[in-house]
C-alpha cells in the first residue's frame, strides 16, 4: 500500500510536466526537484526505523512545493500565501503523527490543530478577509494573545493528563491489580 501510495504521487508528479506545457519550465522542474526530495525523504522514514521528524519534513518539502506551484500558476505573490505553509505544516505534522502511533496522539493532535488554527487565522488577514489590518488588530487585541496561550497549555495539560491516567501503570493490569 505505501509503495502504491508513493508510485501514486511519483506518477501525478511526472504527469504534471504534460499537464503543464504552458507552465513555465523552471516551476514545473522545481515542484518535481522538491516533490522527489520529500517523497525519497518520506518513503525512507517509513519503510526504515520510522521517524517522525523525517516523515514530517519529507511531507511537508512536498506540501511546500504543491502550494508554491499553485501560488505560481494562480500568479499570487508569496505576501498573499504564505499562511498556507503553517496550515501545511500542521496538516503534515498531524499525518506523520497518525502514520507512527496508528491513532492520534495529544503530542501531535494539538500541535498540528495550532498550526492549522494559525494558518488560518492568517489567512483572513493574508487573503483580505478582514478590512482590519493586521497590525490594527494586533495592537488592540494582543492581550487575547496570553489568553490562547493559557487555553492552549490548559487543553494540552487536560489532554496529557487523561491519556496518561487511562494507561495502566508498568507491571499492573489495566484494572490497578499487580502481575
Known amino acids: 500500500m505505501l509503495s502504491l501510495a508513493y508510485l501514486a504521487v511519483v506518477a501525478g508528479v511526472g504527469l504534471l510536466f504534460v499537464t503543464t506545457r504552458d507552465a513555465t519550465i523552471v516551476s514545473v522542474e522545481w515542484l518535481?526537484?522538491?516533490s522527489v526530495i520529500g517523497v525519497a525523504l518520506a518513503f525512507h522514514s517509513m519503510s526504515h526505523r520510522y521517524r517522525p521528524r523525517t516523515a514530517f519534513v519529507g511531507f511537508f518539502i512536498m506540501a511546500v512545493a504543491l502550494i508554491r506551484f499553485l501560488a505560481h500558476s494562480f500568479g499570487l505573490l508569496a505576501i498573499d500565501y504564505w499562511p498556507m505553509y503553517a496550515i501545511a505544516a500542521g496538516i503534515c505534522l498531524l499525518i506523520a503523527g497518525f502514520a507512527r502511533y496508528h491513532g492520534p496522539r495529544p503530542g501531535f493532535t494539538v500541535l498540528a490543530a495550532l498550526f492549522v488554527l494559525l494558518g488560518?487565522?492568517?489567512s483572513i488577514f493574508s487573503f483580505g478577509f478582514s478590512s482590519m489590518r493586521?497590525?490594527?488588530?494586533?495592537s488592540i487585541w494582543w492581550p487575547a494573545l496570553f489568553v490562547v496561550a493559557g487555553l492552549f497549555l490548559l487543553v494540552v495539560w487536560l489532554v496529557q493528563h487523561f491519556t496518561q491516567a487511562d494507561k495502566p501503570a508498568e507491571g499492573e493490569k489495566g484494572d490497578g491489580e499487580p502481575q
Open 134 to 138: 493586521f497590525k490594527v488588530f494586533m
Open 32 to 34: 518535481v526537484g522538491w
Open 120 to 122: 488560518l487565522f492568517f
